[in-house]
């Protein structure tokens, strides 16, 4: 899956272009540049890629989610509702800038039920945070007319769903606002880096200042900038740029890669009558990073993990035992185990998580599977696979 698995000459080229002059930021010292502007050239592909108006590259995607979110406005005891199979990421940046997480159930799409949204929105709610985990997509559509119904904001978080589409646009482009990931692991990385994209003016220009202690960007002299607001620095280096440029001009062959890949393991497991395949609301749009399936029981999930291991299959995971993914190995939000003392109110505001029910979503995670696809693998490997992941599940039935 991850990008870095296909890195050569292209990044290598852009790393020289910054290391040869030696200017390793992205704003200012235009003299001494050479005409290299990596963290700029990323923007305009990005937007280019998914045809969002604009596009701010920054170091994380955890940043980019909080970026996105002091953008919108959105903090002191605001509700932002997502998903509890995500990465901790996204609770963690809602909990940055005061927010209030309010996890409700996902469906078999392993993404928000658009259901238990609605019967979670209340007068504090400000945005839906629907999450396109594993390289697919959310219900968009649906999701999109309860934000339009209750006037609220739709953030994608499209941090695993980069080069992925819904109905012919792009995830992440759909929403008020969307954010992408470009660490290690995703399908694009700049090492570490991440994307705010949206077709506003104001919140681009909004999310800018805030990435960069509120600077305006008008003046080539950083001390003579003006500062609207306080922000942050969630500044990506020009290093990391250069190497996200390298890898972005792949994108599209990356994707297909993964297409290639999946369907043959797909079409191998789908001869085995017991188990079915994650529910995407556009088959086509999927960058088939991951493939999903439901085992018939949880037992036979965890069975099937085992069995994997077994036949050496790397890159199998069975997120219910998963600590990252999935509410239920988050001891650290259960127990409230911040670093820092919080308000009193935004602890008041906060769910129960460690009494709250997610049965719903138990039903589906504790069944799930997902193989990492790999983009490395010869089409002989691939076969090779399909037949051992195959037998594995067979067996563990
Ligand atoms: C990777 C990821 C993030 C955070 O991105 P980083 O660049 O690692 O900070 C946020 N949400 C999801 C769903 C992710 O997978």
């Not at 852009?14 to 923007?43: C, S």
């Not at 994608?156 to 080069?163: I, K, P, S, V, Y």
């Not at 995670?365 to 790999?374: G, M």
């Amino acid at each position: 899956m991850p990008g870095f698995e296909l890195f050569d000459h292209i990044e290598r080229k852009h790393l020289q272009d910054v290391t040869d002059t030696g200017v390793l930021m992205r704003y200012g010292f235009a003299g001494a540049r050479n005409g290299h502007w990596k963290a700029k050239e990323m923007e305009a592909a990005i937007c280019q890629k998914t045809g969002a108006q604009h596009a701010l590259l920054l170091s994380s995607g955890t940043a980019a989610l909080t970026t996105a979110l002091a953008a919108l406005g959105v903090g002191a005891g605001d509700e932002v509702i997502l998903p509890p199979f995500t990465f901790v990421a996204s609770f963690e940046s809602i909990m940055t800038t005061g927010a209030i997480p309010v996890m409700v159930d996902i469906d078999d799409t392993l993404c928000l039920d658009p259901q238990a949204v609605r019967k979670a929105v209340t007068p504090r709610t400000k945005v839906v945070m629907p999450v396109h985990m594993c390289g697919a997509m959310a219900q968009i559509d649906e999701l999109r007319e309860i934000c339009r119904t209750h006037n609220l904001f739709l953030l994608e978080d499209a941090c695993q769903a980069f080069g992925a589409s819904f109905k012919g646009r792009m995830l992440g482009s759909i929403g008020d606002v969307g954010c992408y990931s470009f660490d290690f692991n995703k399908i694009v990385t700049c090492g570490e880096g991440g994307a705010v994209v949206t077709n506003s003016k104001d919140l681009y220009e909004r999310a800018d200042q805030y990435h960069d202690h509120g600077h305006d960007h008008t003046n080539d002299d950083r001390g003579a900038e003006g500062h609207l607001s306080p922000g942050y620095n969630f500044r990506i280096s020009e290093l990391h740029a250069a190497v996200g440029c390298g890898q972005i001009v792949k994108l599209d062959r990356f994707v297909d890669i993964h297409r290639q890949h999946k369907k043959v393991l797909k079409d191998a497991l789908s001869t085995v009558s017991q188990v079915t395949f994650r529910r995407l609301p556009d088959p086509e749009g999927d960058s088939a990073t991951f493939l999903t399936f439901f085992m018939p029981s949880e037992e036979s999930a965890r069975n099937a993990i085992k069995a994997l291991k077994a036949a050496s299959i790397d890159g199998a995971f069975h997120w219910y035992d998963n600590n990252w993914h999935y509410i239920r190995k988050w001891d650290q939000l259960k127990t409230r185990n911040f670093m820092h003392p919080l308000y009193k109110a935004m602890l008041d505001l906060l769910p129960d998580y460690s009494k709250a029910d997610f049965s719903a979503s138990d039903a589906h995670i504790s069944r799930a599977i997902s193989i990492a696809i790999k983009m490395g693998w010869s089409d002989d490997e691939v076969r090779r696979r399909a037949g051992k992941i195959t037998e594995a599940v067979k067996s563990s039935l």
